[in-house]
């Protein structure tokens, strides 16, 4: 079976963990420091707070912003349910707009329209890997003074305009298994202003500056040394990773017949989280389908869009319609793209598709 995620686990990464239990410091400890200077520095930006997982990190950005109830937060309904979950934990309200069909990312241009005297932030989700049209949504945030949180869970040094993806406001990272690199689970908020650097690191330690002192309502959310270690190996291949990534889904786009395969709009990098075609509506289950008995995997991110989600319509009342993300949904297709493949596999899942779309 050709898998749809592989990480990358070296003789590196081993060493690294067995140093850190040697080292008697497993919790939060130097090489989570060393590591949040590292990845704030792959950014481009002046500070890191690593957390337990990327949605302890877009949490805790939220909560160090001040967002709570009664504010509404923009994003997309075209994500994984996260980016809106995190915001519904802090008592906020999350607010859809529709994506473009050519990125998958919010359309920016349907974003005013839904900012209300309650609208505190938009959080774009740079999904897949690429990031989202971030001069517009600057310029919007900018005229109606909204904070920015990118959501950055898929687009490890993923760049817009030669800006890494995580420099543009607050950044939220995710270090999940199976994103461009990991620390088993894992979540890095980014920003370049120490102030906010420092309230994030407070509410992910019981809200505590001084020890055993509790001045505001905070959590556990603090990363490990041994998690810390793995991080800070994985994201020295990082440029490596994404090279392979952006190779893999080049020769797929050179090879693929009778889908779509991705936009890559100039001036972006794309770091191909995911390398996600689109297939026509009634046929791509049944590609999926085929492909699953030709020994190649695939996945649906995401079939249910956000709103559409049983929790939401059910208990929060979500009833809005959007239609670019409801037609995505159906019509999407992610293929393996991950560093680990080899060529005669890619070969593989091209001519699988191919075989499929032909007949
Ligand atoms: C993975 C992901 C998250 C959450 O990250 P976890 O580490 O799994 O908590 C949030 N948003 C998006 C877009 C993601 O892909």
Known sequence: MINMAKPQIG?????????????????????VKAFEEAFASMCGVGYAVATTSGTTALHVALLAH????????????????????SVLYTGARPVFV?????????????????????????????????????DAILEIAQKHHLLVIEDACQSHGAVYKG???????????????TKNITSGEGGMITTSDAGFADECKVIRQHGM??????????????????????????????????????????????????VQVPTIPEGY?????????????????ALRKHLQERGVGSEVYY?????????????????????????????VLSLPVHPGLSSAELATVAAAVNEFMAG
């Open 11 to 31: 003789p590196e990464e081993k060493q690294a963990v067995l140093e850190v239990l040697d080292s008697g410091i497993l919790a939060q400890g130097p090489r």
């Open 66 to 85: 001040g967002i709570g109830p009664g504010d509404e937060v923009i994003t997309s309904p075209f994500t994984f349910i996260a980016s809106a979950n």
């Open 98 to 134: 529709d994506i473009d069909p050519k990125t998958f990312n919010i359309d920016p241009a349907k974003i005013e329209a839904a900012v209300t005297a309650k609208t505190r932030a938009i959080m774009p989700v740079h999904l897949f890997g690429l990031c989202s049209d971030m």
């Open 163 to 177: 800006k890494k993806a995580g420099s543009f406001g607050t950044g939220a990272f995710s270090l999940y298994p």
């Open 209 to 258: 500056r001084v020890r055993y002192y509790h001045d505001e309502l905070g959590y556990n959310f603090r990363m490990t040394d041994i998690q810390a270690a793995i991080g800070l190996e994985q994201l020295k291949k990082l440029e490596k990773f994404n090279q392979k990534r952006q190779a893999n889904a080049t020769l797929l786009s050179g090879a693929l017949k009778g």
């Open 269 to 285: 990098e794309h770091v191909f989280h995911q390398y996600t075609v689109r297939v026509d509506g009634n046929k791509r289950d």
């Open 303 to 331: 079939p249910v869009p956000v709103h559409k989600q049983n929790y939401y319509v059910k208990n929060l009342g979500y009833d809005g319609s959007f239609p670019e993300s409801e037609k995505a949904a159906a019509e």
